[in-house]
């Protein structure tokens, strides 16, 4: 099938674009890299009056280390930052996460913002964003504001952003020096969204024990949940429910499961990190 008919704008600055969304109101909608957007448009199953481009303003395509915070663009291809190195050494759960979206060609056009606007449960930058405390920089005709990751997901592909607002950049404070984090997933086929997801970051003293550990599921709830850093507990704090792809049970199972494998792994990484 091909899209329903709509009016097409592409701005070459902000301001545009949000004066464009502003005055389109619920009638408009963004397009970033397409490859959440575009199917849902040939399947008619989104039908917007006007779609209104991004890929023209090129200054929101960068990303860049400020200190311990990891600074996205709403252009930033996913590639790119699994490209930087200095990125993925400082933080091995979004090296882990990564490679787990989709395949190279979906990454060389999908953005790191348009993951976590389109807001699917499975997918791994909102589990990302819930694990590291990430914050959404928002735009609208009424100014700027900031989301916590936490507030912004609002349940199955719905966030916090109001009619004629659009995020302009995320921000991913980065693990401490010498703390460990994992990302561990399972999905039927490389390359699918995960059945189910965890991600962990733990921290220790000098004498070895545990001093803080983060932990966030995705794939169980209608959003991506930061869970007690428990495996058991973990469990109790989704809501899985029955549907094509696995029952209730299993999933609840799995959550655990994974719980322990992404806590074990981010502590055996700190471990060996503070050799
Ligand atoms: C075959 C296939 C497999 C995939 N597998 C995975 C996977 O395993 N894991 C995974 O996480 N993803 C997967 N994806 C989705 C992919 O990661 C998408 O790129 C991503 O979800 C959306 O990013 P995008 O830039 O393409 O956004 P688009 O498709 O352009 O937009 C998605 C939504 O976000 C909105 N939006 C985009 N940018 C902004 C903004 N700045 N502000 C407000 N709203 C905005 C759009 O209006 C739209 O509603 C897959 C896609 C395909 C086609």
Same mark, same amino acid.
């Given at each position: 099938?091909?899209? @329903?008919?709509?009016?097409?704008?592409?701005? *070459?600055?902000?301001?545009?674009?949000?004066?464009?969304?502003?005055?389109? =109101? +619920?009638?408009?909608?963004?397009?970033?890299?397409?490859?959440? %957007?575009?199917?849902?448009?040939?399947?008619?199953?989104?039908?917007?009056?006007?779609?209104?481009? #991004?890929?023209?303003?090129?200054?929101?395509?960068?990303?860049?280390?400020?200190? &311990? *915070?990891?600074?996205?663009? @709403? #252009?930033?291809?996913?590639?790119?930052? +699994? /490209?930087?190195? &200095?990125?993925?050494? /400082?933080?091995?759960?979004?090296?882990?996460?990564?490679? #787990?979206?989709?395949?190279?060609?979906?990454?060389?056009?999908?953005?790191?913002?348009?993951?976590?606007?389109?807001?699917?449960?499975?997918?791994?930058?909102?589990?990302?964003?819930?694990?590291?405390?990430? $914050?959404?920089?928002? +735009?609208?005709?009424?100014? /700027?504001?900031?989301?916590?990751?936490?507030?912004?997901?609002?349940?199955?592909?719905?966030?916090?952003?109001?009619?004629?607002?659009?995020?302009?950049?995320?921000?991913?404070? #980065?693990?401490?020096?010498?703390?460990?984090?994992?990302?561990?997933?399972?999905?039927?086929?490389?390359?699918?969204?995960?059945?189910?997801? @965890?991600?962990?970051?733990? &921290?220790?003293?000098?004498? =070895?024990?545990? $001093?803080?550990?983060?932990?966030?599921?995705?794939?169980?709830?209608?959003?991506?949940?930061?869970?007690?850093?428990?495996?058991?507990?973990?469990?109790?704090?989704?809501?899985?429910?029955?549907?094509?792809?696995?029952?209730?049970?299993?999933?609840?199972?799995?959550?655990?499961?994974?719980?322990?494998?992404?806590?074990? %792994?981010? +502590?055996?990484?700190?471990?060996?990190?503070?050799?």
């Amino acid at each position: 099938m091909k899209p @329903a008919p709509f009016e097409y704008h592409a701005p *070459t600055d902000l301001g545009e674009a949000v004066r464009l969304l502003a005055a389109l =109101g +619920e009638h408009g909608r963004l397009l970033a890299g397409g490859q959440s %957007l575009m199917p849902m448009l040939n399947l008619r199953l989104a039908r917007p009056e006007a779609i209104v481009d #991004l890929n023209r303003i090129t200054a929101l395509a960068y990303h860049r280390l400020d200190d &311990e *915070t990891l600074v996205i663009g @709403a #252009l930033c291809r996913q590639r790119e930052i +699994e /490209r930087d190195q &200095e990125v993925l050494a /400082r933080c091995a759960a979004i090296a882990d996460a990564i490679p #787990l979206i989709g395949h190279i060609g979906i990454r060389n056009r999908g953005t790191v913002v348009g993951s976590l606007a389109h807001a699917d449960p499975s997918a791994e930058w909102p589990v990302l964003a819930v694990l590291l405390d990430a $914050t959404l920089e928002v +735009e609208g005709v009424a100014g /700027r504001r900031s989301i916590a990751a936490q507030d912004f997901f609002k349940g199955l592909f719905a966030t916090d952003l109001r009619p004629g607002e659009l995020v302009v950049e995320a921000r991913f404070p #980065l693990p401490p020096a010498g703390a460990g984090s994992a990302f561990i997933e399972v999905a039927r086929r490389h390359g699918d969204f995960a059945l189910g997801a @965890a991600a962990a970051v733990v &921290e220790l003293a000098a004498d =070895g024990s545990v $001093t803080a550990a983060r932990l966030a599921l995705g794939g169980f709830d209608s959003v991506p949940v930061r869970a007690t850093p428990d495996p058991a507990a973990a469990a109790a704090d989704v809501h899985p429910v029955d549907d094509v792809h696995a029952p209730a049970g299993y999933r609840r199972k799995l959550a655990e499961t994974l719980a322990r494998r992404a806590l074990h %792994l981010a +502590e055996q990484r700190a471990r060996k990190a503070g050799r």
